[in-house]
Protein backbone atom coordinates (compact mmCIF):
# COMPACT_ATOMS: atom_id res chain seq x y z
CA UNK A 1 0.00 0.00 0.00
CA UNK A 2 2.75 2.67 1.09
CA UNK A 3 5.32 1.14 -1.64
CA UNK A 4 2.30 1.76 -4.29
CA UNK A 5 1.83 6.00 -2.60
CA UNK A 6 5.61 6.16 -2.77
CA UNK A 7 6.05 4.66 -6.10
CA UNK A 8 2.76 7.13 -7.20
CA UNK A 9 5.29 10.37 -5.59
CA UNK A 10 8.35 9.52 -7.24
CA UNK A 11 6.73 8.90 -10.66
CA UNK A 12 4.50 11.87 -10.12
CA UNK A 13 7.73 14.01 -9.43
CA UNK A 14 9.50 12.21 -12.59
CA UNK A 15 7.16 13.31 -14.66
CA UNK A 16 6.62 16.51 -13.70
CA UNK A 17 10.55 17.13 -13.42
CA UNK A 18 11.45 16.07 -17.39
CA UNK A 19 7.66 18.56 -18.18
CA UNK A 20 9.41 21.41 -16.34
CA UNK A 21 12.06 21.38 -19.11
CA UNK A 22 9.32 22.72 -21.59
CA UNK A 23 9.24 26.00 -19.28
CA UNK A 24 13.43 26.32 -19.09
CA UNK A 25 16.09 23.84 -18.04
CA UNK A 26 16.36 23.70 -14.19
CA UNK A 27 17.11 21.95 -11.57
CA UNK A 28 14.50 19.40 -11.24
CA UNK A 29 15.13 18.57 -15.15
CA UNK A 30 18.65 18.03 -14.34
CA UNK A 31 17.77 15.92 -11.47
CA UNK A 32 15.67 13.43 -13.30
CA UNK A 33 17.72 13.28 -16.28
CA UNK A 34 20.89 12.03 -14.17
CA UNK A 35 18.50 9.41 -12.70
CA UNK A 36 16.93 8.20 -15.90
CA UNK A 37 20.24 8.19 -17.23
CA UNK A 38 21.64 5.93 -14.24
CA UNK A 39 18.79 3.89 -13.47
CA UNK A 40 18.61 2.75 -16.88
CA UNK A 41 22.26 1.22 -17.11
CA UNK A 42 21.53 -0.09 -13.88
CA UNK A 43 18.73 -2.03 -14.91
CA UNK A 44 20.46 -3.14 -18.07
CA UNK A 45 23.72 -4.17 -16.93
CA UNK A 46 21.53 -6.40 -14.12
CA UNK A 47 18.80 -7.63 -16.44
CA UNK A 48 21.48 -8.95 -18.91
CA UNK A 49 23.05 -10.73 -16.24
CA UNK A 50 20.83 -12.50 -14.34
CA UNK A 51 18.95 -13.43 -17.96
CA UNK A 52 21.72 -14.11 -20.04
CA UNK A 53 25.44 -14.22 -18.24
CA UNK A 54 24.58 -16.23 -15.68
CA UNK A 55 21.66 -19.00 -17.30
CA UNK A 56 23.31 -19.28 -20.33
CA UNK A 57 26.67 -18.51 -20.32
CA UNK A 58 28.04 -20.06 -16.91
CA UNK A 59 25.06 -22.52 -17.04
CA UNK A 60 26.34 -24.23 -20.22
CA UNK A 61 30.08 -24.04 -18.66
CA UNK A 62 28.99 -25.66 -15.32
CA UNK A 63 25.48 -27.41 -15.97
CA UNK A 64 24.22 -29.14 -12.65
CA UNK A 65 26.42 -32.01 -11.82
CA UNK A 66 26.63 -34.19 -8.39
CA UNK A 67 30.04 -33.99 -6.91
CA UNK A 68 30.44 -37.05 -5.96
CA UNK A 69 30.61 -38.21 -9.62
CA UNK A 70 33.10 -35.90 -11.16
CA UNK A 71 36.22 -37.40 -12.54
CA UNK A 72 38.75 -36.40 -14.43
CA UNK A 73 39.23 -32.74 -16.14
CA UNK A 74 35.55 -31.87 -14.87
CA UNK A 75 36.66 -32.72 -11.10
CA UNK A 76 39.07 -29.84 -11.77
CA UNK A 77 37.17 -27.30 -13.58
CA UNK A 78 34.18 -28.01 -10.86
CA UNK A 79 36.78 -27.20 -8.41
CA UNK A 80 37.12 -23.66 -9.82
CA UNK A 81 33.11 -23.37 -10.07
CA UNK A 82 33.47 -23.98 -6.11
CA UNK A 83 36.30 -21.69 -5.82
CA UNK A 84 33.66 -19.07 -7.87
CA UNK A 85 30.68 -20.65 -5.45
CA UNK A 86 32.71 -18.92 -2.41
CA UNK A 87 33.63 -15.42 -3.35
CA UNK A 88 30.14 -15.00 -5.39
CA UNK A 89 27.15 -17.70 -4.03
CA UNK A 90 24.30 -15.97 -5.53
CA UNK A 91 25.83 -16.29 -8.72
CA UNK A 92 27.62 -19.59 -8.70
CA UNK A 93 24.79 -21.58 -5.95
CA UNK A 94 25.39 -25.31 -4.92
CA UNK A 95 22.43 -26.99 -3.40
CA UNK A 96 22.15 -30.51 -1.43
CA UNK A 97 19.23 -32.50 -2.51
CA UNK A 98 18.85 -35.87 -0.95
CA UNK A 99 21.73 -35.30 0.76
CA UNK A 100 23.95 -35.30 -2.40
CA UNK A 101 25.82 -32.17 -3.46
CA UNK A 102 25.77 -31.08 -6.50
CA UNK A 103 27.39 -28.08 -8.23
CA UNK A 104 26.28 -26.06 -11.58
CA UNK A 105 23.43 -24.12 -12.90
CA UNK A 106 20.67 -25.77 -14.64
CA UNK A 107 20.07 -28.43 -16.79
CA UNK A 108 21.85 -27.66 -20.23
CA UNK A 109 24.43 -30.03 -21.73
CA UNK A 110 27.96 -29.28 -21.17
CA UNK A 111 29.75 -26.91 -23.73
CA UNK A 112 33.42 -25.80 -22.99
CA UNK A 113 33.49 -23.57 -26.26
CA UNK A 114 31.18 -20.98 -24.66
CA UNK A 115 34.64 -20.26 -22.93
CA UNK A 116 35.63 -18.36 -25.84
CA UNK A 117 32.78 -15.69 -25.64
CA UNK A 118 33.33 -15.76 -21.85
CA UNK A 119 37.50 -14.81 -22.69
CA UNK A 120 36.10 -12.16 -25.69
CA UNK A 121 33.39 -10.67 -22.79
CA UNK A 122 36.21 -10.48 -20.09
CA UNK A 123 38.43 -8.86 -22.56
CA UNK A 124 35.91 -6.30 -23.46
CA UNK A 125 35.93 -5.09 -19.75
CA UNK A 126 39.71 -4.79 -20.37
CA UNK A 127 39.20 -1.40 -21.54
CA UNK A 128 38.73 -0.39 -18.38
CA UNK A 129 42.91 -1.06 -18.02
CA UNK A 130 44.82 1.11 -20.88
CA UNK A 131 47.60 -0.96 -20.78
CA UNK A 132 45.44 -3.95 -21.39
CA UNK A 133 43.00 -1.87 -23.03
CA UNK A 134 43.86 -2.91 -27.01
CA UNK A 135 42.60 -6.87 -26.45
CA UNK A 136 38.73 -5.00 -26.09
CA UNK A 137 39.55 -4.62 -30.00
CA UNK A 138 39.26 -8.47 -30.60
CA UNK A 139 36.04 -8.42 -29.05
CA UNK A 140 34.69 -5.52 -31.10
CA UNK A 141 36.23 -7.18 -34.16
CA UNK A 142 34.62 -10.34 -33.69
CA UNK A 143 31.08 -8.13 -32.60
CA UNK A 144 31.25 -6.43 -35.90
CA UNK A 145 31.89 -9.22 -37.90
CA UNK A 146 29.09 -11.33 -36.68
CA UNK A 147 26.62 -8.20 -36.87
CA UNK A 148 28.00 -7.56 -40.44
CA UNK A 149 27.47 -11.06 -41.67
CA UNK A 150 24.42 -11.72 -40.61
CA UNK A 151 22.71 -7.81 -41.58
CA UNK A 152 24.02 -8.50 -44.95
CA UNK A 153 22.15 -11.86 -45.36
CA UNK A 154 19.04 -10.51 -44.08
CA UNK A 155 19.22 -7.11 -46.07
CA UNK A 156 19.82 -9.15 -49.30
CA UNK A 157 17.36 -11.26 -49.12
CA UNK A 158 14.36 -9.39 -47.86
CA UNK A 159 15.11 -5.82 -48.40
CA UNK A 160 17.08 -5.81 -51.66
CA UNK A 161 15.73 -8.40 -53.28
CA UNK A 162 12.31 -8.93 -51.25
CA UNK A 163 12.06 -5.36 -51.98
CA UNK A 164 12.23 -5.46 -55.80
CA UNK A 165 10.46 -8.24 -56.45
CA UNK A 166 7.60 -6.52 -54.77
CA UNK A 167 7.85 -3.68 -57.55
CA UNK A 168 7.92 -5.88 -60.48
CA UNK A 169 4.29 -4.90 -60.89
CA UNK A 170 1.61 -4.56 -63.99
CA UNK A 171 0.88 -1.81 -65.06
CA UNK A 172 -2.53 -2.45 -66.25
CA UNK A 173 -4.56 -5.03 -63.52
CA UNK A 174 -8.11 -4.37 -65.06
CA UNK A 175 -8.95 -2.92 -62.03
CA UNK A 176 -8.62 1.04 -62.67
CA UNK A 177 -7.69 2.18 -58.72
CA UNK A 178 -4.95 -0.96 -58.74
CA UNK A 179 -3.15 -0.19 -61.69
CA UNK A 180 -3.26 3.68 -60.94
CA UNK A 181 -1.87 2.39 -57.15
CA UNK A 182 0.62 0.18 -59.45
CA UNK A 183 1.97 3.20 -61.46
CA UNK A 184 2.48 5.73 -58.37
CA UNK A 185 4.39 2.95 -56.51
CA UNK A 186 6.59 2.18 -59.69
CA UNK A 187 6.91 5.85 -60.80
CA UNK A 188 7.92 7.04 -56.94
CA UNK A 189 10.47 4.22 -57.04
CA UNK A 190 12.85 4.96 -60.21
CA UNK A 191 12.23 9.13 -59.93
CA UNK A 192 13.39 8.44 -56.06
CA UNK A 193 16.51 6.34 -56.74
CA UNK A 194 17.07 8.57 -59.50
CA UNK A 195 17.18 11.85 -57.39
CA UNK A 196 20.36 9.99 -55.98
CA UNK A 197 21.88 9.04 -59.17
CA UNK A 198 24.55 11.54 -59.30
CA UNK A 199 26.44 10.49 -62.12
CA UNK A 200 24.88 12.50 -64.63
CA UNK A 201 23.66 16.27 -64.54
CA UNK A 202 19.97 16.62 -63.57
CA UNK A 203 18.61 19.09 -66.18
CA UNK A 204 16.62 19.24 -69.14
CA UNK A 205 14.26 15.80 -68.93
CA UNK A 206 16.50 14.79 -66.10
CA UNK A 207 15.67 17.87 -63.92
CA UNK A 208 12.14 16.66 -64.27
CA UNK A 209 12.46 13.13 -63.63
CA UNK A 210 14.92 14.45 -60.25
CA UNK A 211 12.21 16.30 -59.13
CA UNK A 212 9.22 13.91 -58.93
CA UNK A 213 11.75 12.16 -56.53
CA UNK A 214 12.31 14.75 -54.62
CA UNK A 215 8.31 15.12 -54.18
CA UNK A 216 7.90 11.50 -53.45
CA UNK A 217 10.39 11.93 -50.82
CA UNK A 218 9.05 15.21 -49.32
CA UNK A 219 5.84 13.18 -49.06
CA UNK A 220 7.63 11.01 -47.26
CA UNK A 221 8.87 12.74 -44.77
CA UNK A 222 5.41 14.61 -44.37
CA UNK A 223 3.88 11.21 -43.68
CA UNK A 224 6.96 10.23 -40.88
CA UNK A 225 6.47 13.71 -39.68
CA UNK A 226 3.13 12.79 -39.66
CA UNK A 227 3.63 9.47 -37.46
CA UNK A 228 6.19 10.88 -35.36
CA UNK A 229 3.83 13.87 -34.12
CA UNK A 230 1.09 11.04 -33.41
CA UNK A 231 3.70 9.32 -31.38
CA UNK A 232 4.82 12.26 -29.46
CA UNK A 233 1.14 13.26 -28.48
CA UNK A 234 0.28 9.56 -27.54
CA UNK A 235 3.50 9.44 -25.32
CA UNK A 236 1.84 12.92 -23.48
CA UNK A 237 -1.84 11.01 -23.13
CA UNK A 238 0.36 8.43 -21.52
CA UNK A 239 2.42 10.67 -19.04
CA UNK A 240 -1.27 12.74 -18.52
CA UNK A 241 -3.48 10.05 -17.59
CA UNK A 242 -0.82 8.86 -15.06
CA UNK A 243 -0.88 12.15 -13.51
CA UNK A 244 -4.56 12.29 -13.29
CA UNK A 245 -4.68 8.84 -11.72
CA UNK A 246 -2.29 9.68 -9.10
CA UNK A 247 -4.17 13.48 -8.50
CA UNK A 248 -6.70 11.83 -6.22
CA UNK A 249 -7.03 11.27 -2.15
CA UNK A 250 -5.97 7.32 -1.92
CA UNK A 251 -2.43 8.34 -3.68
CA UNK A 252 -2.36 11.16 -1.48
CA UNK A 253 -3.23 13.97 -3.88
CA UNK A 254 0.37 13.63 -5.33
CA UNK A 255 -0.19 15.19 -8.20
CA UNK A 256 -1.39 18.62 -7.30
CA UNK A 257 0.55 18.94 -4.43
CA UNK A 258 3.92 18.70 -6.37
CA UNK A 259 2.91 20.30 -9.47
CA UNK A 260 2.30 23.81 -6.60
CA UNK A 261 5.51 23.03 -4.99
CA UNK A 262 7.79 22.79 -8.31
CA UNK A 263 5.67 26.03 -9.43
CA UNK A 264 6.80 27.96 -6.25
CA UNK A 265 10.66 26.50 -6.57
CA UNK A 266 10.94 27.69 -10.41
CA UNK A 267 9.22 31.08 -9.67
CA UNK A 268 11.30 31.69 -6.91
CA UNK A 269 14.88 30.81 -8.44
CA UNK A 270 13.52 32.62 -11.50
CA UNK A 271 13.33 36.21 -9.33
CA UNK A 272 16.55 35.41 -7.60
CA UNK A 273 18.11 34.79 -10.68
CA UNK A 274 16.68 37.99 -12.00
CA UNK A 275 17.94 39.94 -9.12
CA UNK A 276 21.64 38.42 -9.67
CA UNK A 277 21.74 39.62 -13.10
CA UNK A 278 20.31 43.00 -12.36
CA UNK A 279 23.58 43.11 -9.26
CA UNK A 280 26.12 41.99 -11.34
CA UNK A 281 24.93 44.62 -13.91
CA UNK B 1 -8.77 42.84 -41.60
CA UNK B 2 -5.73 45.07 -40.39
CA UNK B 3 -6.34 43.47 -37.05
CA UNK B 4 -6.46 40.31 -37.64
CA UNK B 5 -2.83 40.54 -40.28
CA UNK B 6 -1.40 41.91 -37.03
CA UNK B 7 -2.36 39.38 -35.19
CA UNK B 8 -0.99 36.79 -37.86
CA UNK B 9 2.03 38.88 -38.08
CA UNK B 10 2.73 38.43 -34.07
CA UNK B 11 1.71 34.47 -34.71
CA UNK B 12 5.37 34.64 -36.22
CA UNK B 13 7.31 35.37 -32.79
CA UNK B 14 4.55 33.39 -30.56
CA UNK B 15 6.72 32.38 -27.08
CA UNK B 16 6.27 28.61 -27.47
CA UNK B 17 5.67 28.02 -23.99
CA UNK B 18 2.64 29.03 -24.96
CA UNK B 19 2.45 26.81 -27.95
CA UNK B 20 2.82 23.79 -25.12
CA UNK B 21 0.45 24.76 -23.05
CA UNK B 22 -2.23 25.13 -25.53
CA UNK B 23 -1.24 21.01 -26.69
CA UNK B 24 -1.42 20.62 -22.78
CA UNK B 25 -4.67 21.37 -22.49
CA UNK B 26 -5.92 20.02 -25.21
CA UNK B 27 -4.96 16.80 -24.35
CA UNK B 28 -6.06 17.21 -20.84
CA UNK B 29 -9.16 18.28 -21.35
CA UNK B 30 -11.09 15.23 -23.39
CA UNK B 31 -8.77 12.73 -20.91
CA UNK B 32 -10.78 14.45 -18.30
CA UNK B 33 -14.16 15.19 -20.34
CA UNK B 34 -14.43 12.26 -22.90
CA UNK B 35 -16.27 13.05 -26.24
CA UNK B 36 -16.61 9.45 -27.07
CA UNK B 37 -15.31 10.13 -30.95
CA UNK B 38 -16.03 7.20 -33.32
CA UNK B 39 -13.20 4.96 -33.96
CA UNK B 40 -13.44 3.57 -37.89
CA UNK B 41 -11.16 0.66 -38.81
CA UNK B 42 -8.35 0.75 -41.37
CA UNK B 43 -7.46 -2.12 -43.88
CA UNK B 44 -3.82 -1.80 -42.16
CA UNK B 45 -5.15 -3.10 -38.70
CA UNK B 46 -7.70 -5.40 -39.80
CA UNK B 47 -5.06 -7.16 -41.82
CA UNK B 48 -3.15 -8.04 -38.61
CA UNK B 49 -6.97 -8.70 -37.01
CA UNK B 50 -7.72 -11.36 -39.65
CA UNK B 51 -4.51 -13.01 -40.28
CA UNK B 52 -4.39 -13.94 -36.18
CA UNK B 53 -8.62 -14.68 -36.44
CA UNK B 54 -7.53 -16.90 -39.56
CA UNK B 55 -5.54 -19.15 -37.06
CA UNK B 56 -6.87 -22.48 -36.56
CA UNK B 57 -8.19 -23.28 -32.35
CA UNK B 58 -4.18 -25.07 -31.83
CA UNK B 59 -1.86 -22.63 -33.40
CA UNK B 60 0.97 -22.12 -31.48
CA UNK B 61 1.76 -17.71 -32.07
CA UNK B 62 5.26 -16.18 -30.41
CA UNK B 63 4.88 -13.19 -29.23
CA UNK B 64 7.79 -11.00 -29.12
CA UNK B 65 7.61 -7.33 -26.65
CA UNK B 66 10.29 -4.55 -27.84
CA UNK B 67 8.74 -1.74 -26.17
CA UNK B 68 9.25 0.12 -22.05
CA UNK B 69 7.35 2.19 -20.37
CA UNK B 70 8.67 5.15 -22.24
CA UNK B 71 6.35 3.39 -25.37
CA UNK B 72 3.88 1.82 -23.09
CA UNK B 73 0.93 4.61 -24.13
CA UNK B 74 0.98 3.15 -27.27
CA UNK B 75 1.91 0.01 -27.37
CA UNK B 76 0.48 -1.64 -24.30
CA UNK B 77 -2.93 -1.32 -25.30
CA UNK B 78 -2.14 -3.23 -28.41
CA UNK B 79 -0.92 -6.05 -26.29
CA UNK B 80 -3.51 -6.53 -23.95
CA UNK B 81 -5.99 -6.72 -27.07
CA UNK B 82 -3.70 -9.05 -29.33
CA UNK B 83 -3.42 -11.54 -25.92
CA UNK B 84 -7.19 -11.63 -25.27
CA UNK B 85 -7.41 -12.03 -28.99
CA UNK B 86 -5.42 -15.05 -28.71
CA UNK B 87 -6.78 -16.22 -25.65
CA UNK B 88 -10.65 -15.67 -27.26
CA UNK B 89 -9.72 -18.25 -29.67
CA UNK B 90 -8.09 -20.82 -27.56
CA UNK B 91 -4.45 -20.36 -29.22
CA UNK B 92 -1.69 -21.21 -27.49
CA UNK B 93 1.34 -17.95 -26.93
CA UNK B 94 5.27 -17.91 -26.36
CA UNK B 95 6.39 -14.64 -24.97
CA UNK B 96 9.94 -13.31 -24.99
CA UNK B 97 11.66 -10.34 -25.13
CA UNK B 98 14.48 -8.37 -27.15
CA UNK B 99 14.03 -5.35 -25.03
CA UNK B 100 15.00 -6.17 -21.52
CA UNK B 101 12.18 -3.28 -20.30
CA UNK B 102 9.35 -5.88 -22.44
CA UNK B 103 9.68 -8.51 -20.00
CA UNK B 104 8.04 -6.24 -17.16
CA UNK B 105 5.79 -5.46 -20.10
CA UNK B 106 5.03 -8.42 -20.68
CA UNK B 107 4.17 -9.40 -16.90
CA UNK B 108 2.14 -6.74 -16.38
CA UNK B 109 -0.11 -7.83 -20.26
CA UNK B 110 -0.08 -11.50 -18.98
CA UNK B 111 -1.21 -10.49 -15.38
CA UNK B 112 -4.02 -8.90 -16.55
CA UNK B 113 -5.11 -10.91 -19.56
CA UNK B 114 -4.12 -14.90 -18.63
CA UNK B 115 -4.03 -14.95 -14.92
CA UNK B 116 -7.20 -12.17 -13.98
CA UNK B 117 -9.19 -12.35 -16.87
CA UNK B 118 -8.90 -16.30 -18.53
CA UNK B 119 -7.37 -17.91 -15.44
CA UNK B 120 -4.71 -19.54 -17.60
CA UNK B 121 -2.39 -22.10 -16.73
CA UNK B 122 1.03 -20.76 -16.75
CA UNK B 123 3.40 -23.22 -19.09
CA UNK B 124 0.58 -24.98 -20.41
CA UNK B 125 -1.60 -22.16 -22.36
CA UNK B 126 1.50 -19.81 -21.99
CA UNK B 127 4.65 -19.01 -21.28
CA UNK B 128 7.12 -16.40 -20.82
CA UNK B 129 11.10 -16.85 -21.73
CA UNK B 130 11.96 -13.58 -20.80
CA UNK B 131 14.53 -10.89 -21.98
CA UNK B 132 17.96 -12.37 -24.07
CA UNK B 133 20.59 -9.67 -24.92
CA UNK B 134 21.64 -9.94 -28.81
CA UNK B 135 19.32 -8.43 -30.74
CA UNK B 136 18.94 -10.22 -34.24
CA UNK B 137 21.62 -12.57 -33.13
CA UNK B 138 18.74 -13.98 -30.48
CA UNK B 139 16.31 -14.42 -33.83
CA UNK B 140 18.71 -16.07 -35.71
CA UNK B 141 19.23 -18.48 -32.87
CA UNK B 142 15.82 -19.38 -32.13
CA UNK B 143 15.46 -20.04 -36.05
CA UNK B 144 17.44 -23.36 -34.72
CA UNK B 145 16.89 -23.69 -31.43
CA UNK B 146 14.99 -22.28 -28.12
CA UNK B 147 16.97 -24.26 -26.08
CA UNK B 148 19.97 -23.33 -27.42
CA UNK B 149 18.57 -19.65 -26.37
CA UNK B 150 16.86 -20.11 -23.84
CA UNK B 151 17.69 -22.18 -21.46
CA UNK B 152 14.99 -21.29 -18.72
CA UNK B 153 12.13 -19.02 -18.73
CA UNK B 154 11.45 -15.88 -16.97
CA UNK B 155 11.21 -17.95 -13.76
CA UNK B 156 13.97 -19.69 -14.01
CA UNK B 157 12.34 -22.85 -14.70
CA UNK B 158 14.31 -25.15 -17.53
CA UNK B 159 12.49 -25.10 -20.68
CA UNK B 160 13.05 -28.83 -21.37
CA UNK B 161 10.33 -28.78 -18.32
CA UNK B 162 7.64 -26.78 -19.66
CA UNK B 163 4.71 -28.18 -21.91
CA UNK B 164 3.47 -26.16 -23.98
CA UNK B 165 7.64 -25.97 -25.37
CA UNK B 166 7.56 -29.42 -26.21
CA UNK B 167 6.21 -29.01 -29.46
CA UNK B 168 8.39 -25.91 -30.13
CA UNK B 169 11.79 -26.77 -30.66
CA UNK B 170 12.95 -23.68 -33.37
CA UNK B 171 11.01 -20.33 -33.96
CA UNK B 172 9.76 -22.61 -37.20
CA UNK B 173 7.24 -24.85 -34.91
CA UNK B 174 5.38 -21.29 -34.32
CA UNK B 175 2.47 -20.68 -36.43
CA UNK B 176 2.71 -17.30 -36.59
CA UNK B 177 5.13 -14.40 -35.35
CA UNK B 178 4.10 -10.92 -33.57
CA UNK B 179 6.03 -8.68 -32.52
CA UNK B 180 5.29 -5.34 -30.26
CA UNK B 181 8.14 -3.12 -31.29
CA UNK B 182 9.39 0.83 -30.18
CA UNK B 183 12.31 0.56 -32.35
CA UNK B 184 15.59 -1.74 -32.52
CA UNK B 185 15.75 -4.48 -32.15
CA UNK B 186 11.87 -5.01 -33.18
CA UNK B 187 9.44 -5.80 -36.06
CA UNK B 188 11.98 -5.13 -38.79
CA UNK B 189 14.28 -7.92 -38.08
CA UNK B 190 11.79 -10.35 -37.06
CA UNK B 191 10.87 -10.53 -41.46
CA UNK B 192 14.45 -10.51 -42.10
CA UNK B 193 15.51 -12.95 -39.83
CA UNK B 194 12.83 -15.38 -39.24
CA UNK B 195 9.54 -14.69 -41.44
CA UNK B 196 11.45 -14.57 -44.52
CA UNK B 197 13.71 -17.35 -44.33
CA UNK B 198 11.54 -19.79 -41.90
CA UNK B 199 8.02 -18.33 -44.18
CA UNK B 200 6.23 -17.99 -40.70
CA UNK B 201 4.03 -15.57 -41.41
CA UNK B 202 5.03 -12.13 -39.80
CA UNK B 203 2.75 -8.83 -38.19
CA UNK B 204 3.15 -6.45 -35.89
CA UNK B 205 2.18 -3.59 -33.47
CA UNK B 206 4.47 -0.04 -33.66
CA UNK B 207 4.91 3.08 -32.05
CA UNK B 208 3.68 5.20 -34.71
CA UNK B 209 7.21 6.73 -35.49
CA UNK B 210 8.11 3.32 -37.10
CA UNK B 211 4.86 3.09 -39.14
CA UNK B 212 6.61 4.02 -42.44
CA UNK B 213 9.78 2.32 -42.50
CA UNK B 214 7.01 -1.17 -42.14
CA UNK B 215 4.54 -0.01 -45.21
CA UNK B 216 7.08 -1.46 -47.56
CA UNK B 217 6.79 -4.70 -46.28
CA UNK B 218 3.37 -4.86 -45.75
CA UNK B 219 2.86 -4.02 -49.58
CA UNK B 220 5.06 -6.89 -50.02
CA UNK B 221 2.88 -8.86 -48.01
CA UNK B 222 6.03 -9.77 -45.84
CA UNK B 223 4.08 -8.38 -43.20
CA UNK B 224 -0.03 -9.20 -42.35
CA UNK B 225 -0.75 -5.78 -41.50
CA UNK B 226 0.50 -3.51 -38.45
CA UNK B 227 -1.23 -2.11 -35.94
CA UNK B 228 -0.20 1.90 -36.39
CA UNK B 229 0.16 3.50 -33.15
CA UNK B 230 -2.78 4.34 -30.96
CA UNK B 231 -5.09 4.79 -33.40
CA UNK B 232 -4.33 0.76 -34.60
CA UNK B 233 -4.44 0.09 -31.05
CA UNK B 234 -8.43 1.35 -30.87
CA UNK B 235 -8.91 -0.13 -34.32
CA UNK B 236 -7.95 -3.58 -32.87
CA UNK B 237 -10.24 -3.18 -29.79
CA UNK B 238 -12.93 -2.30 -32.01
CA UNK B 239 -12.65 -5.37 -33.97
CA UNK B 240 -12.24 -7.35 -31.26
CA UNK B 241 -15.45 -6.29 -29.39
CA UNK B 242 -17.24 -6.65 -32.32
CA UNK B 243 -16.00 -10.03 -32.71
CA UNK B 244 -17.04 -11.08 -29.44
CA UNK B 245 -19.94 -9.39 -29.50
CA UNK B 246 -21.19 -10.94 -32.69
CA UNK B 247 -19.91 -14.30 -31.18
CA UNK B 248 -17.95 -14.39 -34.81
CA UNK B 249 -15.17 -17.17 -35.41
CA UNK B 250 -13.82 -19.26 -32.86
CA UNK B 251 -14.68 -18.47 -29.69
CA UNK B 252 -13.62 -20.19 -25.99
CA UNK B 253 -16.45 -20.40 -23.75
CA UNK B 254 -14.93 -17.86 -21.38
CA UNK B 255 -14.76 -15.01 -23.86
CA UNK B 256 -18.41 -13.92 -24.25
CA UNK B 257 -18.54 -13.74 -20.56
CA UNK B 258 -14.99 -11.59 -20.23
CA UNK B 259 -16.71 -8.74 -22.84
CA UNK B 260 -17.70 -6.64 -20.33
CA UNK B 261 -13.74 -6.46 -19.53
CA UNK B 262 -13.29 -5.55 -22.55
CA UNK B 263 -15.24 -2.73 -22.91
CA UNK B 264 -14.56 -1.61 -19.66
CA UNK B 265 -10.57 -1.96 -20.37
CA UNK B 266 -9.59 -0.56 -23.53
CA UNK B 267 -7.07 2.24 -22.80
CA UNK B 268 -6.52 3.05 -26.82
CA UNK B 269 -10.39 3.67 -27.23
CA UNK B 270 -10.03 5.99 -23.79
CA UNK B 271 -7.05 8.21 -25.31
CA UNK B 272 -7.98 8.55 -28.63
CA UNK B 273 -10.19 11.51 -27.96
CA UNK B 274 -7.33 13.31 -26.83
CA UNK B 275 -5.07 12.45 -29.73
CA UNK B 276 -7.80 13.47 -32.52
CA UNK B 277 -8.49 16.96 -30.90
CA UNK B 278 -4.54 17.50 -30.31
CA UNK B 279 -4.25 16.42 -34.06
CA UNK B 280 -6.53 19.10 -35.05
CA UNK B 281 -4.93 21.50 -32.80
CA UNK B 282 -1.61 20.81 -34.53
CA UNK B 283 -3.08 21.19 -38.04
CA UNK B 284 -4.76 24.66 -37.03
CA UNK B 285 -1.04 25.84 -35.65
CA UNK B 286 0.49 24.47 -39.29
CA UNK B 287 -1.70 26.39 -41.00
CA UNK B 288 -1.42 29.69 -39.16
CA UNK B 289 2.07 29.55 -39.00
CA UNK B 290 2.24 29.28 -42.64
CA UNK B 291 -0.50 32.34 -43.21
CA UNK B 292 1.80 33.81 -41.01
CA UNK B 293 4.52 33.29 -43.18
CA UNK B 294 3.07 34.57 -46.13
CA UNK B 295 1.49 37.40 -44.89
CA UNK B 296 4.83 38.77 -43.06
CA UNK B 297 6.68 38.00 -46.36
CA UNK B 298 4.53 39.94 -48.71
CA UNK B 299 4.14 42.76 -46.69
CA UNK B 300 8.35 43.14 -46.64
CA UNK B 301 7.94 42.39 -50.25
CA UNK B 302 5.78 45.84 -50.58
CA UNK B 303 8.63 47.97 -48.53
Same mark, same amino acid.
Given at each position: ?Y??????????????????????????Y?????????V???H?????????????L???????????????F????? !??????????????????????????? !???????????????????????????????????????????G???????????? !???????????????G????????????????F?????????????I???????????????????????????L??????L?????????????????I???????????????????? | ?????N????????????????I????????????????????????????????????????????????????????????????????????????????????????????????????????????????????????????A?????????P???????Q?V????????????????????????????????????G??????????????????????????????????????????????????????????????????????????????????????????????????
Amino acid at each position: MYIGILGAWVAVFLTLSILSYLYKDNVFYKLSEHIFVGVSAAHWATIAFWNQVQPNLFGRLWPQAEVAALEGFNKFWY !GIYHVLHVLFEKVFPEETINGVLYRGI !GDQPQNLSYLIAFILGVFMLFRLIPKIGWLSRWSLAYVIGMAAGLRLYGYMSSDVI !GQIHATMLPLWTGNLGESINNIILIVGVLTGLFYFFFSVEHKGALKIVSRIGIYFLMVYFGASFGFAVMGRISLLIGRFNDLIEYSGKQYGFATPILLLIMVAVLILSGRKEKKNKEAEA | MGKFTNFLEKLDSLDRRVIFLIIGLVVLIPLLIPLGLPIETTNLTEDAFYAIEDLPANAKVLLSFEYGPSSKPEIHPMAVSVLRHLFSKGNEVVIMCLWPDGLFMANEALELVAHDEFKLEYGVDYVNLGYRPGNEAVIKGITKSFEANFSVDSRGIPISQIPIMQDVQTARDVDFIFSFSAGYPGAIEWVLYAGDPLQVPVSSGNSSIQVNQLLPYVKSGQMKGVIAGMPGAAEYETLLIQKVEGKEGLLVNKAHALLPNFKENRDATKFMDAQSIAHLVIVLFIILGNISYFVKRKKQQKY
